[in-house]
């Protein structure tokens, strides 16, 4: 492959390989040679200068970096709200910005993966945003759940517990023994009389229990059994969120 004949002085040097299939190829000054280079390592290229159609070294048409930054990128936007995972979005969110500005780099030598390059940084910028909701997510999941599974010190008894066909209603009180205003779930379990293995279970919610005051509850289930008793499987804080945890 010749020069164009307009007159144009080139300064013997590298440029990007105008047959396509390398990153760079040299140029004498007069004319350019079988010398190229890929990502830094050189070769001679067996075509020579020929401009027919040779398949590109595999190096030559990827940007490793750019895609990996897209990925991560995304990841981070999908998990960074998470709570406790938001750590794994955090990592996520990084990499995809420090990939995104090397795949840059490396499309400005190669024309390759410009732009998934530019979309890991913009979607690493947005994971780490989401990230920061993510951690505020987490801590106020952490205090939910402290809430739940410390509840006030409370005394609880079931004063009644009475069948109408299949619904049973379980009646009682709770008695709260610290020095705040508290909230409670109680667990009530329907067993088979003589027993304490639960048929049926359900939850009831007493909130703004003022100290050292009682508070009454009722709670109603469909049970199969024909002889039952109602007795406290559990107490605990306010449900994170509204939402049951077994313990």
């Not at 979607?123 to 989401?130: E, K, Q």
């Not at 402290?146 to 009682?172: F, H, W």
């Not at 009530?188 to 003022?210: C, E």
Request: charged share 15%.
């Amino acid at each position: 492959m010749s020069d164009s004949n307009d007159g144009t002085t080139i300064v013997a040097g590298w440029y990007p390989d105008p047959t396509g299939r390398f990153e760079l190829r040299y140029h004498n000054g007069g004319s350019w040679t079988a010398d190229v280079s890929t990502t830094g390592v050189r070769y001679i290229d067996p075509a020579g200068t020929s401009p027919s159609p040779q398949p590109a070294p595999a190096s030559a048409g990827r940007n490793g970096p750019a895609v990996a930054a897209m990925v991560l990128g995304i990841v981070s936007i999908g998990i960074g709200w998470l709570p406790y995972i938001v750590v794994v979005g955090v990592v996520a969110s990084v990499l995809a910005i420090v990939l995104g500005a090397v795949g840059r780099s490396r499309a400005n030598k190669t024309g390759v993966g410009s732009g998934y390059a530019l979309t890991g940084i913009i979607t690493g910028l947005v994971g780490a945003l989401v990230c920061v909701g993510g951690v505020l997510f987490t801590i106020a999941f952490v205090r939910e759940l402290d809430r739940y599974t410390n509840p006030a010190p409370n005394t609880v008894q079931i004063e009644q517990c009475s069948n109408d066909g299949s619904l049973v209603t379980a009646m009682g009180t709770i008695t709260n023994l610290g020095d705040d205003t508290a909230d409670f779930s109680i667990r009530v379990d329907f067993v088979r009389r003589g027993t304490d293995n639960p048929d049926r279970r359900a939850r009831v919610a007493v909130d703004d229990v003022p100290p050292g005051e009682s508070a009454p509850f009722a709670v109603t289930r469909s049970v199969s059994l024909d002889e039952v008793d109602c007795l406290v499987g559990s107490v605990d804080g306010p449900l994170p969120f509204g939402v049951e945890i077994e313990t």
